[in-house]
Structure formats: C-alpha cells, structure tokens
C-alpha cells in the first residue's frame, strides 16, 4: 500500500546520506565467496516467471491456493524445509534452509485486491471476467522475497557461512492480517531480524512508519416489508447503515488530523420495492498509535447502537482485522539505505520508457518525471498513512523493510496503473533492485554481528522493558472467508 509521507531528515542522518557509507562498516568482516548481486541477477527469468504467474492468478486474501502453492514448489525444488498451513491459514506457510547460526527472515505476501483488474497494457484495458488484481503489486513482493531468499541460501551454502534463511509466506495482508496471526503464534521469536520489501513509484529505504488500524464488519438487521403497500411494517436495515454512516462522517470533523476512516457498504438490499431486512457496512479506522484507534472505535460503535436504537433494527459487528503501526529501526534501515545507493535505481529500455510515458499521460497532476525511477530518495524518518501487518512483526523482532520503484513514477497504489506496471517488464525490474538490496542486506546481517546486535539494542529500547505484545484483533480466529 502507497505511504504517503513528510520526511524528518536530522543533520546526522543527512551526513549519513552524503557518505553512502554503512553504519557497521569498520565492523563487518570482508565480504567473501560469490557476489550476492550477481546471484541474485543470474534468478532474473525465474523471478519474472513467478512474478507473472501471481500476476495471472490474482487471488484474494486466504484464497492464495495456487500462489502459495507455486512459491512452496519452488522453494523445496532449493532445498528449503516447507511448513505450511501455520497459524491455522492454510495458505501460510515458513521455508527454511540451513543450520545453526542467526536467523534472518525475508518477508514475502502474494494476495490481490478485489474489485480491480488491469491487463499489462498502458491504457485502462480491464480484463473481462477477471475480478481481483494485483493493484499492490504483492505478486512481486512474492517473486522478489523468492529471488532473495534462494539467493542467499546459495551465498550461505558457497560460502559455509552458518545461519539459517528463512521465507515467510504471509496471506492476506489487504484487510485479513495474516502477519498478526502468525506474530500471535510466536513464528517470529527466534528471528533476529527479519526483512520486508514492496513496491512504489520510487526508491527509498526510509525509516517510514505506518498508522495502527482495525476494520469490522457492521450487520444491521431489520423487517422487511413492501416498500409501497406496507411501508409502516417494515424496520429497514438499510436505514441503520445510512444513519451510521451519517455520524460517522459527522465524525470526521471530530477526529486528529493524523487519524483516517473510511467505509463501503458491502450489502444494501436488492430491490427498491422490498424493505431490507439485512445490511452491511465495512469499516476501517486507522491512528499512529493504537490507543488513538481504539479511542475513534469506541465512538464509532456508539455511533452503530445510536443507528440501530433511531432505525428499529438490531446491530452486530465482526471485527475483521487489526494492525500495529510499524516499529521503525534506524540502525538497520540506515544499512539497508545504503545497500540501495549500491544497487541503484531502475533504468528503462527505449521501449519501457515510450510503455511508461503513455501511463504517465493517464495520471494528470501526479505525474513525475520518468527518469525519478532510477533515483534514491534522500534517508530520513518519517510517518506514513497507509497500514501494514507488517507492524505486528516488526514489535516482535527488528524489521527493516525497502521500497523499489516498480511503477511508472506519480503511480498510486490500488490504481490500475499498478495493476499494469505489476505485470510488466518494469515491475520485474524493480523487483530484482528490491531482491538485491535485501541479498545484500541478509549477508550483511549473517556477517556482522556488531550490527546484530545494536540492531536488537535499539529495538528492547524502543519496545520498553514491561512490553507485552497486544493485537488490535482481539483473539479470534483468522476470518479465511472474507473475501469470499
């Protein structure tokens, strides 16, 4: 998901930029056996391949069957020691390979989202009959995290090097948490870091947060009745969906200026001549910090009983998932900044560039300048508005995550300019730029142990010492039919 953000760059940080030069670098022994850059380009059919196929897939949260079962195949063709169904989500699953040693782990999602789809071509094409896309590019976050993972377990394995890789498939992450899920079930307390990428319209290893978030379900039930010939006997669900919606955006205006809530209704009735006698809403309600999303929660399910007490109709709600804002760690996003400056951008062929350009007349005033996707944005720390079960795992070992341009520069995310660029040739580029900067940032880390080590410093310290880990979903199960 696109963060949109204001950077906080410091004097120190800045400085840190301008050297390129890693933090733990006098620490870090001599890099030996084969170049974990080349490793990873010499995967580059293969992750085109993979990436293509999640791509054509395009399946929903906890409905990733053939996704899931693709990456698997993969993986164990490698060498990799497969667990799945974990977490009771049977589309999840942990790869690992070796023995001993730290343990480094490599974040990788694979779900689309509903209601979009896009064929690879540069004007809007949607493709008929097709009913989810990958408008978030999670078919290359997939591909990407496969590329790194093999790439190191070959650095790993040439080298002798002890540590273990470790890929984590990780379902649903657009509105289902399955990464919450899998922190609650402790997958995550014996990794010493743990690595996460995604696609952008840029490049930028930026120390990003994201806002905490809960969504739900609101069911409104009622009597149904004919509209026009027994009006007065019918108690319309619909009305209390509307009568919510209207406080809440009544609310709006009663809200911090960081905090977001937004809804659909997912079920309005199917006639205008009957009375519904059922209705949906879905909400989602997101704040930097969880206690600034439980607060607006409270209000939003007074605002559901006042609905349903004013319409005559009964009201229940599910909640559906809940996300942690991300953790940020500088000491190792200021590493991972600087394994990106050694990669470098994404570069376009002639004909990438004339597919882009006619993309980027479809996008107005957000347009940006084509050559910004072989640029590094400039490293600082920064809030970011969208939300992420990535934060779940990020409170639970330290996380550092990379951003790669794999869209056609002003590209939003959730557009079906993403669609597009997800399935084409500048998609896979920027997912090889991601897999590399992580390669080298895994190595790093099995390396290093000085950066290990600070890396876990400043995470006990930010996390506190009486910190216990909390979900905003509560303790149910994980919802495997809500995108059904």
């Not at 930029?17 to 030996?32: I, K, N």
């Not at 406080?247 to 079920?267: F, G, K």
């Not at 990669?343 to 560039?353: H, I």
């Not at 330290?398 to 939003?412: F, K, L, M, N, Q």
Request: overall charge negative.
């Amino acid at each position: 998901m696109k963060l949109v953000a204001t950077t906080f760059a410091t004097t120190a940080l800045a400085a840190l930029v301008l050297s390129h030069t890693p933090l733990f670098a006098d620490a870090a022994p001599a890099m030996r056996g084969p170049d974990p850059v080349e490793l990873v380009a010499a995967e580059k059919d293969r992750t085109a391949r993979v990436a293509r196929a999640l791509w054509d897939y395009a399946e929903v949260g906890y409905l990733e069957n053939r996704s899931t079962g693709l990456l698997q195949s993969e993986l164990e063709a490698e060498g990799f020691r497969i667990e799945a169904g974990i977490a009771d989500i049977p589309t999840a699953f942990v790869a690992e390979w070796g023995e001993d040693g730290p343990v480094i782990a490599i974040l990788a999602e694979m779900d689309a989202l509903p209601g979009i789809n896009q064929s690879a071509r540069a004007v809007r094409d949607p493709v008929e009959g097709k009913h989810a896309g990958h408008a978030c590019g999670h078919n290359l976050f997939g591909a990407g995290s496969l590329t790194a993972a093999i790439a190191v377990k070959k650095w790993l394995e040439e080298t002798g090097t002890p540590g273990r890789i470790r890929l984590y498939g990780t379902p649903a992450e657009e509105g289902g948490s399955g990464k919450v899920y899998m922190t609650r079930a402790g997958l995550f307390d014996d990794v010493d870091v743990a690595i996460h990428w995604h696609g952008d319209d840029e490049n930028s290893a930026a120390a990003r947060t994201s806002l905490a978030n809960r969504s739900a379900k609101f069911r409104f039930t009622g009597i149904s009745a004919h509209a026009a010939g027994a009006p007065e006997r019918g108690r319309s669900a619909l009305d209390g969906v509307e009568a919510m919606n209207m406080m809440a955006n009544m609310l709006h205006e009663h809200m911090p200026q960081d905090a977001r809530m937004h809804y659909v209704i997912t079920s309005g009735g199917n006639a205008p001549n009957v009375v519904p006698d059922f209705a949906e809403v879905f909400y989602y309600v997101r704040a930097p910090q969880p206690e600034g999303v439980e607060a607006i929660w409270e209000r939003l399910e007074n605002a559901a009983r006042g609905a349903a007490t004013g319409t005559g109709t009964q009201v229940e709600w599910e909640v559906i998932h809940g996300n942690n804002p991300l953790l940020v760690n500088e000491t190792l996003a200021k590493v991972m900044d600087a394994k990106l400056r050694e990669v470098g951008g994404v570069t376009y062929s002639a004909e990438e560039r004339d597919w882009a350009a006619k993309v980027r007349e479809s996008l107005g005033d957000s347009a940006l300048p084509l050559e910004s996707a072989m640029e590094i944005q400039p490293y600082g720390k920064s809030l970011g508005y969208g939300s992420t079960d990535v934060g779940d795992v990020s409170w639970a070992t330290p996380t550092v995550g990379v951003r790669t341009a794999t869209w056609v520069p002003g590209t939003s995310a959730h557009s079906w300019q993403a669609v597009a660029a997800s399935g084409h040739s500048i998609g896979i580029k920027g997912t090889q730029v991601a897999a590399k900067a992580m390669t080298l940032m895994a190595v790093e880390l099995f390396t290093d142990r000085d950066l290990r080590e600070a890396a876990r410093g400043e995470f006990d310290a930010a996390r506190g010492a009486d910190y216990e880990y909390r979900s905003l979903l509560g303790d149910r199960d994980p919802p495997l039919d809500y995108r059904r």
